[in-house]
């Protein structure tokens, strides 16, 4: 495999509308002064009958009777009216004005202006898609990225070079650099060798990054907490270590320094609510470059490791009671507690808990509870882990067991679980009464709620034409 240096390629629309700039804004001002010209018409016809009633009116009485409608268009419209603007600006702003070197042949971006609450990876989308222009594309794979709203129906979808596993969305930043929007960043699957950062609003791909040479990713990443610096797991393909990639999201996502991860195969990674601690899911198993296959399953040490974000020290290191339970997916409860998902290595009639939590300054994990300690059911592998705090709930899904579970932080106990195929990516939900959504493969998105009393979930589905990949982040 070739060697890759590190760096970021801005990108913009695809390569199909080039050298039409020019006949399409001959269309577009055409159109407008057209409507313009026939609007005015038809207020003019209508002023002068008008006058033969009331001599007293005025053609001002026309911008004021608009005011007076637009006063009272319901408050929730006036978000969305607000949203279609700026996403007509951001797509403007982005609209290629000189060549883009080709690299927009890539990707295709489909957008209704409609406000994001969710983005997720697709492994299976529709190979034919309608443009903005109306023109017909065909995707070359299956692969992409969707932007989902509250409703659950699809606002934009962006095609990929490769299948994507974690998303992440950019927190708010004060920098004047980022005031139009946050970044998405998408990570390609174990291992690869490329993420990219999109627009959140439209699905543009803003950049395509490159691993550095001796690098490959393991899927996974997470802003600071100021939204200024990306960090990703990486794997020293040479050595085999585990590293921590650090990048400036502020200039082009240039690659700025990396620790080590104190462990083999690092996964997910999180940022503890202190804003300065790294909280990094050491797997513990060893991959070649361009590879899967798991080298080390006898041997291999999972750990759970807290590192200054700073400076790389290692401020804790914890390991679960089986070398075998390789520690793969995290989530952080606004308290500080760490939710654990475990992906168990070991024969299949071994019971472990798959489900642990954690807080700074704890030697041992304490495990959730399971009814007669069947984890069997969860067939030893958790997708994703996503927590409600302020509900102090928490959802994980077993794409292998075909169902999602809902515990109850209160008491580390099981609430309930529902058979979903192949489901795995969840996040909290939207609205005042909490729950979860949850992603699958067979294309639906499942809200799930909770009657704790009853100790049951009520669940909603919404079908889309495609498959949702691992993971789905809310924004």
Request: aromatic letters at 8%; hydrophobic letters at 35%; charged letters at 20%.
């Amino acid at each position: 495999m070739n060697n890759k240096k590190s760096n970021s390629t801005a990108i913009t629309k695809p390569s199909d509308l080039k050298g039409k700039e020019g006949p399409l804004i001959n269309t577009a001002l055409n159109t407008l002064l057209s409507t313009v010209s026939a609007t005015a018409a038809l207020v003019g016809v209508h002023h002068y009958y008008r006058k033969q009633q009331q001599p007293d009116a005025r053609l001002q009485d026309y911008v004021v009777g608009i005011k007076a409608k637009l006063q009272l268009l319901p408050s929730a419209q006036l978000p969305r009216l607000q949203n279609a603007y700026r996403q007509a600006k951001l797509a403007y702003q982005s609209y290629p004005k000189d060549s883009d070197n080709g690299i927009g042949e890539r990707y295709i971006t489909t957008m209704l202006s409609r406000p994001v609450c969710w983005v997720s990876g697709v492994a299976a989308m529709p190979k034919r898609l309608i443009s903005n222009n109306g023109n017909d594309n065909y995707n070359e794979n299956d692969f992409g990225v969707v932007g989902i709203d509250a409703d659950r129906q699809i606002v934009w979808q962006t095609t990929m070079p490769e299948r994507v596993h974690d998303i992440v969305v950019q927190p708010f930043i004060s920098s004047s650099k980022k005031t139009e929007a946050r970044d998405v960043v998408v990570m390609g699957r174990r291992p690869s060798e490329g993420f990219w950062v999109l627009d959140t609003a439209t699905g543009q791909v803003k950049y395509a990054i490159e691993a550095a040479t001796d690098r490959h990713f393991y899927g996974h990443a997470c802003y600071s907490l100021d939204g200024s610096q990306l960090y990703i797991t990486e794997n020293d393909t040479v050595s085999l270590d585990g590293k921590i990639g650090i990048y400036d999201a502020i200039n082009n996502y240039q690659k700025i320094a990396e620790f080590d991860s104190y462990g083999i195969g690092p996964h997910e990674l999180i940022m503890h609510p202190d804003s300065e601690t790294l909280i990094v899911a050491n797997g513990g198993i060893k991959t070649e470059q361009a590879s899967r296959e798991e080298l080390n399953l006898d041997s291999m040490r999972p750990s759970l490791v807290y590192l200054n974000r700073y400076t790389g020290e290692l401020l804790e290191q914890i390991t679960p009671q089986h070398n075998q339970m390789s520690i793969r997916h995290l989530a952080m409860h606004d308290n500080g507690t760490v939710m654990i998902g475990v992906q168990f290595q070991g024969e299949k009639h071994i019971n472990v808990p798959l489900v642990l939590t954690h807080q700074r300054g704890d030697i041992e994990f304490a495990p959730l509870t399971m009814p007669n300690n069947q984890w069997q059911r969860f067939h030893q592998y958790i997708a994703s882990v996503a927590v409600d705090s302020e509900r102090n709930l928490l959802c994980v899904t077993t794409p292998i067991g075909g169902c999602a579970a809902i515990y109850d932080l209160n008491t580390y106990e099981l609430i309930d679980s529902i058979a979903l195929l192949d489901c795995a990516g969840a996040s909290v939900s939207v609205g005042e009464q909490g729950g979860f959504v949850v992603s699958d493969g067979q294309g639906q998105l499942t809200t799930l709620s909770v009657d704790k009393q009853n100790r049951i979930i009520t669940s909603d589905k919404r079908y889309h034409k495609m498959s949702f990949d691992n993971h789905l982040q809310a924004l």
